[in-house]
C-alpha cells in the first residue's frame, strides 16, 4: 500500500487480480498461527464465517490439510451466525454449511466447533448468547477472524444499526439481506427474519481480523467500509478501529475505491482514455453542469488540475469527450451497414451478421438488453440466444404445482404423465428437500417456455433459442456451482456451430460464485481454445451487466436508445418470465418487480446522458466490449 492509497482508506486493505492469490494469502496467515500453536502444545481459535466468499479460502485449507499434513486437530472454532429459527439439520443452516464446506473434511474434533445454537426456544436465547460470549472468552479470545460483507455493509449479522459495543445477540435482518437470501431458502417468504450473531464488539475482541470480498456487486459497499467515517449505517466501518484489520479484495470488489475509481485523487495517473472520460463525466455530473459548458477554473479547483494542465485547455478536453461519449450512442447494435464505422462502436459489415446471445440463465438476456435483441433482429441479423443453464433452481415449487395442474387437466387420463409424479412429489416433499431429476426438469420447462414467450416479444422465433443446461449447474445448488471441462465443451461446440460475428453475454468481474461468473468462465475458456479458427478474429463480444447494476458511465462503449414503446415492450418481454416476479405479498418485499428494476436501470442511464448534454432519450440499455486475449480480460474472467 502506498501512502498516498492511506489518505482515503482507513483500513489496510491488499487487493489481488484474483481470489485464488488473495485466498493464499488468508491461509499463510492460518497455517503459521496453526503451526505455532500445535508447536507449542496450545490451540488456535478461529473465527468463521459463511456465505459463498470463505468458500475458496476454505477450499484451500482442506487441500493444506490433505496434501500438506496440516493438522487442525488443536483449532478451536468460533462461527460467526446462525438463522432463527432454524434447525442444524435444515439444508441452508450454518452448522451445515460449516460441516458440509470445511469440518467434514478435516481432522477438527466437533467439540472444539461452535456454532450459534439456532433451534432454542425463543427464552433460552439469551443465555446462550452470554454462554457464547463466554465460550469464546474461556477459549482465550479468537486469534483470527474471518468476515464476509453483505450489500448492506453487514459483518456476520450485524446489520446497519448495530454498535461497535454490541455483543452476541438475537437479530431482525434487513430486507436486502432476506432478499440476498431468497434464492438459497427458494423464496423471500422461507428465509427467517431473525439470526443469532456475534456483536461488532465481539468481532472487534478478535486479535486478527481479515475481511474478505470478491465481485463488483459488493464494491459500492466496500468503499464506504474502507473510506468513509466509521457508522453504523455500514456496520463493517467500525472495523477501521481495530489495530490488525486487513481487508483482502479481488480487483473488481476493489474497483470503486478511489486509488481505482479516481486515481488523479491519490497521484498522478497516465491519463487513459476511460479514466480521463471518468474524470470528466464525474466533473459534469458532480456540478451539475453539462460537459460543454465546463470551464478550465471547474477542473481546477476539482482535483483536475494536472489533466486540464497537460491535456487542456477546457475548450478542447470538453468537446473531445463530448465526440467520445457521443460515439457511444447507436440505433445500429449489429453495426449500419454501407456507412463510414469510424465513429460507431459496431463494424459496418458484414451488413447482416451471426449474432450469439449467451445467457446465463433464462430472463438474463431480455433484462439486459430486450431493446437490443430487437433491434439486431429488426435489423435482418441472424440472432441466436443460447440459455447456458436452465434455471430451474429459480422455479418455486408453487410455479410448478401450477403448471402440473394445468397440464393434468388437459391430460386426465394419463396415469404415470410427468405432471402426475410432479404433483405426487409436490404432495409429499418439503420446500427444502432436493428436487428430483423429473421435477428439475420440469421446472427447467417452465423456464424454456417463459423464455420463448418472452423472446417472442422481442420478435425472435421461438427456434432461435437454445437450452445448453449446463451440467455444472445441473450439479450444483446456488454459491456452490463449479465449471468443468464438459461446460467448456459444450459452449465450445455451439461457438463452432454458429462462428459469430458477435457475440453478447456477461458475467465478467461477477462474484466467483455466481452463476453468471461460472457462466463467463466457461465461454471465456472455450472462446480461447478455439482461437486457432478464423472466425474468432472477426468477432466482437459485447458484455451486459446481469446483477442488478449498470455499467460505469465512463466505461461504456456502446449505448443503444430505446424509445418509450420500446421500453414498453421491454417490459412486456421481461413480464413473460412470470417465475421470477415476486412471490411475496407487496408488503413484505425488498425491492421492485424485475421489470420496473430495469426499467428504472435503463431510464437512468439515459438520464445521465442527458445531464452530460446529450441527446435525452427515454432509456438506455448499455455494454461494453470485452476483449479475450487482453491481460485485462483475464485477471477478471475466471
Ligand atoms: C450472510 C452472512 C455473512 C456473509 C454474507 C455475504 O449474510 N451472515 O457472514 O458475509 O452473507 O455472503 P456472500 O459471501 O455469499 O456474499
Known amino acids: 500500500m502506498t501512502d498516498s492509497t492511506t489518505t482515503f482508506e482507513r483500513i489496510p486493505t491488499a487487493v489481488f487480480p484474483h481470489n485464488q492469490a488473495a485466498v493464499a494469502h488468508v491461509a499463510d496467515a492460518i497455517e503459521r498461527l496453526v503451526r505455532e500453536r500445535a508447536d507449542a502444545g496450545q490451540p488456535a481459535v478461529l473465527g468463521l464465517a459463511t456465505g459463498s466468499t470463505p468458500v475458496p479460502l476454505y477450499r484451500e485449507l482442506i487441500r493444506r490439510h490433505r496434501e500438506e499434513g496440516l493438522s487442525f486437530a488443536h483449532v478451536v472454532t468460533f462461527n460467526l451466525d446462525e438463522y432463527y429459527p432454524l434447525e442444524p439439520q435444515h439444508p441452508e443452516s450454518y452448522h451445515r454449511f460449516m460441516r458440509e464446506q470445511l469440518f467434514d473434511h478435516l481432522?477438527?474434533?466437533?467439540?472444539?466447533?461452535?456454532?450459534?445454537?439456532?433451534?432454542?426456544?425463543?427464552?433460552?436465547v439469551h443465555a446462550a448468547c452470554t454462554a457464547y460470549e463466554r465460550a469464546i472468552d474461556d477459549a482465550g479470545g479468537i486469534d483470527i477472524q474471518v468476515l464476509g460483507i453483505g450489500r448492506t455493509g453487514h459483518i456476520g449479522f450485524n446489520e446497519p444499526g448495530s454498535g461497535p459495543a454490541s455483543v452476541t445477540r438475537l437479530v431482525t435482518l434487513d430486507r436486502l439481506t432476506r432478499a440476498d437470501a431468497a434464492r438459497?431458502?427458494?423464496?423471500?417468504?422461507?428465509?427467517?427474519?431473525?439470526?443469532?450473531?456475534?456483536?461488532?464488539?465481539?468481532?472487534?475482541?478478535?486479535?486478527?481480523?481479515?475481511?474478505?470480498?470478491?465481485?463488483?456487486?459488493?464494491?459500492?459497499?466496500?468503499?464506504?467500509?474502507?473510506?468513509?467515517?466509521?457508522?453504523?449505517?455500514?456496520?463493517?466501518?467500525?472495523?477501521?478501529?481495530?489495530?490488525?484489520?486487513?481487508?483482502?479484495?479481488?480487483?473488481?470488489?476493489?474497483?470503486?475505491?478511489?486509488?481505482?475509481?479516481?486515481?488523479?485523487?491519490?497521484?498522478f495517473p497516465e491519463w487513459s482514455t476511460t479514466l480521463t472520460r471518468r474524470a470528466v463525466t464525474d466533473l459534469s455530473l458532480r456540478l451539475g453542469k453539462p460537459l460543454l459548458k465546463l470551464v478550465d477554473k471547474d477542473y481546477q479547483e476539482n482535483g483536475l488540475a494536472d489533466l486540464v494542465t497537460s491535456h487542456g485547455p477546457a475548450y478542447d478536453l470538453n468537446i473531445r469527450l463530448f465526440n467520445e461519449v457521443q460515439h457511444t450512442i447507436t440505433g445500429w447494435p449489429g453495426g449500419k451497414p454501407h456507412v463510414d464505422d469510424t465513429h460507431r462502436p459496431?463494424?459496418?459489415?458484414?451488413?447482416?451478421?451471426?449474432?450469439?446471445?449467451?445467457?446465463?440463465?433464462?430472463?438474463?438476456?431480455?433484462?439486459?438488453?430486450a431493446a437490443t435483441l430487437h433491434r439486431l433482429v429488426q435489423h435482418g441479423h441472424e440472432v441466436t440466444v443460447a440459455y447456458l443453464t436452465s434455471g430451474n433452481l429459480g422455479i418455486p415449487d408453487t410455479e410448478a404445482r401450477w403448471a402440473a395442474q394445468l397440464m393434468l387437466e388437459a391430460n386426465a387420463a394419463e396415469t404415470d404423465s410427468l405432471a402426475r409424479?410432479?404433483?405426487?412429489?409436490?404432495?409429499?416433499?418439503?420446500?427444502?428437500?432436493?428436487?428430483?431429476?423429473?421435477?428439475?426438469?420440469?421446472?427447467?420447462?417452465?423456464?424454456?417456455s417463459e423464455a420463448r414467450a418472452a423472446l417472442e416479444q422481442c420478435g425472435l422465433n421461438a427456434t432461435a433459442a437454445r437450452f445448453l443446461d449446463l451440467p455444472f449447474y445441473e450439479a450444483g445448488t446456488y454459491r456452490r456451482?463449479?465449471?468443468?471441462?464438459?461446460?467448456?465443451?459444450?459452449?465450445?461446440?455451439?461457438?463452432?456451430?454458429i462462428q459469430p460475428h458477435q457475440i453478447f453475454t456477461t458475467g465478467a468481474a461477477a462474484d466467483p460464485s455466481?452463476?453468471?461468473?461460472?457462466?463467463?468462465?466457461?465461454?471465456?475458456?472455450?472462446?480461447?481454445d478455439a482461437a486457432k479458427h478464423a472466425w474468432t478474429r472477426d468477432c466482437w463480444i459485447w458484455l451486459f451487466r446481469s446483477d442488478g447494476r449498470e455499467w460505469p458511465l465512463a466505461e461504456i462503449e456502446m449505448a443503444v436508445p430505446c424509445s418509450p414503446d420500446e421500453l414498453d415492450r421491454k417490459a412486456q418481454a421481461i413480464y413473460q418470465h412470470r417465475s421470477q416476479r415476486h412471490q411475496t405479498p407487496v408488503t413484505d418485499r425488498a425491492s421492485a418487480e424485475p421489470w420496473e428494476q430495469a426499467v428504472t436501470r435503463n431510464r437512468t442511464t439515459a438520464g445521465l446522458y442527458d445531464r452530460l448534454g446529450l441527446a435525452e432519450y427515454e432509456a438506455i440499455e448499455c455494454f461494453v466490449r470485452w476483449h479475450?486475449?487482453?491481460?485485462a480480460s483475464t485477471s477478471t474472467a475466471t
Open 184 to 267: 438459497d431458502f427458494r423464496g423471500e417468504a422461507n428465509v427467517p427474519r431473525y439470526a443469532i450473531t456475534m456483536g461488532v464488539g465481539t468481532i472487534l475482541r478478535a486479535r486478527r481480523i481479515f475481511l474478505l470480498a470478491w465481485g463488483r456487486a459488493k464494491a459500492d459497499v466496500l468503499r464506504q467500509a474502507i473510506e468513509e467515517m466509521p457508522s453504523d449505517t455500514v456496520p463493517a466501518s467500525y472495523l477501521q478501529s481495530h489495530a490488525a484489520s486487513e481487508v483482502i479484495l479481488d480487483a473488481p470488489a476493489a474497483s470503486e475505491l478511489t486509488r481505482h475509481r479516481s486515481p488523479w485523487l491519490v497521484g
Open 421 to 448: 409424479r410432479v404433483l405426487d412429489e409436490l404432495a409429499r416433499k418439503s420446500d427444502f428437500d432436493q428436487d428430483s431429476a423429473d421435477l428439475r426438469q420440469f421446472k427447467a420447462y417452465l423456464r424454456r
Open 346 to 369: 459496431e463494424r459496418a459489415e458484414p451488413a447482416r451478421k451471426r449474432v450469439l446471445v449467451l445467457s446465463p440463465e433464462p430472463a438474463d438476456d431480455i433484462l439486459a438488453m
Open 481 to 497: 456451482f463449479t465449471v468443468t471441462s464438459a461446460d467448456v465443451e459444450s459452449v465450445g461446440r455451439l461457438l463452432h456451430e
Open 107 to 124: 481432522d477438527i474434533p466437533a467439540a472444539q466447533i461452535h456454532v450459534p445454537p439456532g433451534d432454542l426456544p425463543r427464552d433460552e
Open 514 to 528: 455466481s452463476v453468471p461468473a461460472q457462466s463467463f468462465a466457461a465461454f471465456a475458456h472455450a472462446f480461447r
Open 628 to 631: 479475450p486475449m487482453s491481460e
